[in-house]
């Protein structure tokens, strides 16, 4: 898995939920932080607004809990990665 997390063209379009991680055994703080380690932004895909904004690990944890049990999504891409112009955008459209 490392080797994929390590190859600077892979995005990543993620769940975080961080009560389904806990009851998987995994803690929240550590998978985002694994996914900074190497090398990956983050940005929070916002349905309700309409928006892909940068998000950094404490305001993840504290907006998404597991006693609330709630979620949202994240695209990771590598720091360096140009290739995805939308995430330079403050929002987005979905298809027609």
């Known amino acids: 898995m490392s080797n ?3 190859n600077n063209n892979v ?3 993620s769940e975080f939920c961080p ?6 055994g995994i803690d929240s703080e550590e998978y985002l932080k694994l996914l900074i380690k190497f090398g990956f932004k983050l940005y929070e ?4 607004e309409k928006k892909i904004k940068s998000v950094d ?4 944890l504290k907006t998404y809990t597991p006693r609330r049990n709630n979620f949202t ?3 990771c ?6 290739s ?9 459209r979905s298809p027609s």
């Open 57 to 60: 690990i404490p305001k993840l």
């Open 77 to 82: 891409v590598k720091e360096n990665d140009l």
């Open 45 to 48: 895909v916002s349905e309700r």
């Open 84 to 92: 995805i112009p939308l995430v330079d955008s403050s929002s987005f």
């Open 73 to 75: 999504n994240l695209l």
């Open 19 to 24: 009560g389904g991680l806990k009851r998987f």
């Open 11 to 13: 995005k990543i379009v």
């Open 4 to 6: 994929i997390l390590k």
